[in-house]
């Protein structure tokens, strides 16, 4: 199954606030030109939400409108009943904030325990082929935490990319410099 939790509350922000624009273009409260694109983003700060959107900053010219006026009317027209978000504020000048209910933070939990290892695996790779090339120890001189470091972190890449994907290939590089 695989759900994004991340994916799909940006999803929702998107539709809340479409469905929001339409209805204030419908209400003649904005002008009926084509939307812009915008994004929904998790914020650096969480005091600016969980996520942020810049459709009222993105709309700007094509509404011919302050952004901080179209974020105010995106936020008071948004319906947020059986969405994952329980309020929205307005900031800046005109980024609106989404904040999440407690219940994202269950779902995505549960969401975790029913994929158990399968949990936030990805086909971002699309099975394109990688090499992981990595130093083992080098068996002409004396081991040291570098070589175990080299190798967990090589395995570790590894893994990942595996996760998100790709086709790996771990190749380990002997190293028999001496010394």
Known sequence: MNINMTEKAKSE?????MNALGQLIADGKLPAEPLPAFTAEQPADSSHGD???NAALAS???????????AGLIAETA???GTLFDRIEVAGPGFINFFLKPLWFGETVTAAINEG???????????????????????????????????AIGDCLASLLEYAGYNVEREFYVNDAGN
């Open 51 to 53: 996520f942020s959107c």
């Open 13 to 17: 922000v998107k539709e809340i606030v």
């Open 60 to 70: 700007a010219k094509t509404f011919r409108k302050n952004p901080r006026e179209t």
């Open 117 to 151: 290892a399968d949990y936030g695996k990805t086909d971002l790779g699309g099975g394109k082929r990688v090499l992981v090339e990595f130093v083992s120890a080098n068996p002409t001189g004396p081991m040291h935490i570098g070589n175990a470091r080299g190798g």
């Open 79 to 81: 319906v947020l009943d």
